[in-house]
């Protein structure tokens, strides 16, 4: 795809093509410059720094990204040094054994081994510059621990069919952070003290600054970029930022399932609004030159909603989770030069349901009333055959047994804040209760003999005397009795949202970074990371596998543009 596709839908522009570096006008000069400033292009230009090369980074916000503002979670086994302390035994083989269950082939086994065998040094190497991690370790099934816990299985590792292949072990790593009972915005853990090495190590971080385009010669090499930016040091520059920080203050602050928040978020669509006037404005031109490379850690696409329908149509129902950086522009900026694509039509869609645990045990049905996964499962499992088995609706059968489990079971003092309040409302306001077969599929349009067949298989399973046809084990299920109660949990459930981030982005040769084009060879001087490339999370998500993936991408981009440099190692 090119910028004249009809279904481009992004601001970058094709890419302007110089005779020799040497004669354009360039207004800044770097070895490496890093175009997004989160998780995966800090890594990249810290690893870029502190082995001698200088960089400019530039964001077009405020750095941070989609990295923090997640839950902070850091993905990494093999034998970390925080699974030692608390005992959980595992181990590179291990490790790779589990995550090849869940990649599919996504990336080659190499590259997978490689990412297992240097999971345990790239967590030191966090640690190393500040970042924070260690126990105590939760040991059950759970979407997001307590805060009190810092390690966790945030995976699937605890389920038999996959503890079967390989031993279980805790490797959702959580940053040290503690913000009361809140799991919003813990990204910071992580983000925070990679900003602050990066500019220890003389990173230039520039802000506000958005690539529309990149520079290239007539060889194809990419040579810079061009990007608008608001002027620093200006007062509009400050005005700026304080919009964009008040509006999505008050965005975090009122969820949209919450009544009322309507108002709340009218005043930041002010905001924002206010802010894109600035943008239209007061933006100018600025060229940066990379000697060595350009590496795109834009993040992925899920904030541009035209890009969603064409390449992803199936998860436009859900929740985007990220931030408005999220708008395809690393990719596009890869496509303008030639750099291929794949798994564009993968989103990875977020349907937790645990806690409460009581609501796993539970039945989660199609619109026939067909089960079509284990609800034990973890929640991006659930979410993806959600979308692949149920066109993205389904509901959830619980039994009054099971909601009264669930009540106690969301008690504020027993989950996060989140977790509870939305378990809170479902049960308060978007449950339904249905006495007899006849009545439940009556209301939500199953079909009888279908649902009559699911609750008697879903009652052998309980009492153990079938398996369960999804691998749900027999202490995970519970037999339903009348009356029923049905929650809606499809992708666009209106109390229940159900968040969803893009999973395709540009193709890259595993061993260097280097975006391909179609014919896999690499684009010159061009190198993606993170979501803005096809990575280990590009087939299904895991709790911290996009950072720890961003982590992985960014140092070798990094390690192969300081290969090249002069003096290196070879040169």
């Known amino acids: 795809m090119t910028p004249d596709h009809p279904h481009w839908h992004s601001e970058v522009l094709p890419p302007l093509v110089v005779e020799t570096p040497d004669e354009f006008d360039w207004r800044f000069e770097a070895d490496v410059v890093v175009v997004g400033f989160g998780g995966a292009g800090a890594s990249a230009a810290l690893r870029s720094a502190e082995q001698g090369l200088n960089v400019i980074a530039l964001d077009g916000a405020e750095g941070g990204g989609a990295t923090r503002a997640s839950g902070g979670v850091f993905y990494a086994g093999g034998g970390t040094s925080v699974q030692r302390s608390v005992g959980e035994e595992d181990t590179p083989g291990n490790m790779f054994d589990y995550l090849k269950l869940e990649t599919q082939g996504v990336v080659s086994d190499d590259t997978l081994r490689r990412f297992c065998e240097t999971s345990a040094d790239m967590l030191n190497w966090l640690m190393g510059h500040g970042v924070k991690f260690s126990g105590p370790v939760y040991k059950e099934k759970t979407s997001y621990p307590n805060v009190d816990y810092f390690l966790y299985h945030s995976d699937n590792s605890l389920l038999p069919p996959y503890a079967a292949e390989a031993k279980p072990a805790a490797r959702g790593h959580r940053g040290v952070i503690r913000k009361g009972r809140s799991a919003v915005n813990l990204g910071g853990s992580i983000?925070?003290?990679?900003?602050?090495?990066c500019l220890a190590h003389g990173v230039e971080l520039m802000t506000k600054t958005v690539v529309r385009q990149l520079v290239k010669d007539r060889d194809g090499r990419v040579l810079g970029v061009r990007a608008l930016q608001i002027p620093p040091d200006t007062e509009v520059f400050q005005e700026h930022g304080d919009c964009v920080r008040q509006a999505n203050r008050l965005m975090a602050m009122v969820p949209p399932v919450i009544p009322g928040a309507g108002l709340v978020h009218r005043k930041a669509k002010k905001l924002l609004a206010r802010a894109a006037e600035i943008e239209a404005s007061e933006r100018c031109w600025v060229t940066i030159r990379a000697r060595h490379g350009v590496c795109l850690a834009a993040g992925g696409f899920i904030f541009n909603r035209p890009m969603v329908d064409y390449h992803c149509p199936a998860f436009a129902d859900g929740m985007p989770?990220?931030?408005p950086g999220d708008d395809g522009s690393g990719i596009r900026l890869g496509q303008s030069v030639g750099g291929a694509t794949d798994r564009m039509e993968r989103a990875t869609a977020w349907r937790f349901i645990n806690p409460p645990y009581a609501w796993s045990k539970g039945a989660m049905v199609d619109a026939s009333g067909r089960r079509f996964v284990n609800e034990s499962t973890y929640g991006a499992t659930i979410g993806d055959a959600m979308v692949a088995e149920a066109n993205g609706k389904a509901w959830l059968l619980l039994d009054d047994a099971l909601v009264r489990d669930a009540q106690r079971q969301s008690r504020p003092s027993k989950v996060l804040p989140f977790q509870w309040q939305l378990a809170w409302l479902n049960h308060l306001f978007g449950k339904k209760k249905y006495r007899s077969v006849e009545a439940l599929c009556e209301?939500?349009?199953?079909?009888?003999?279908?649902?009559r067949e699911t609750l008697r298989t879903v009652e052998r399973v309980a009492v153990g005397d079938c398996e369960d046809p999804f691998g749900k084990a027999a202490n995970d299920s519970q037999a339903l009795t009348f009356p029923i109660h049905v929650i809606d949990v499809s992708l666009g459930a209106r109390l229940l949202p159900c968040t969803v981030l893009t999973m395709g982005g540009l193709v890259?040769?595993?061993?260097?970074?280097?975006?391909?084009?179609?014919?896999r060879l690499p684009v010159p001087g061009l190198y993606a990371a993170g979501r803005t490339a096809v990575g280990l999370p590009s087939h299904l998500y895991m709790s911290g596998l996009s950072i720890a993936d961003g982590v992985f991408s960014g140092l070798r981009a990094a390690d192969h543009m300081v290969s090249g440099a002069p003096g290196s190692p070879g040169k």
Do not use: I, M, N, S
């Not at 983000?191 to 090495?197: E, F, H, R, T």
């Not at 209301?443 to 649902?451: A, R």
């Not at 040769?509 to 391909?516: I, L, N, S, W």
């Open 443 to 451: 209301g939500c349009g199953f079909d009888q003999e279908v649902v």
């Open 321 to 323: 989770l990220g931030t």
């Open 508 to 519: 890259v040769d595993e061993a260097t970074g280097e975006v391909c084009r179609e014919d």
């Open 191 to 197: 983000y925070d003290p990679l900003k602050a090495a």
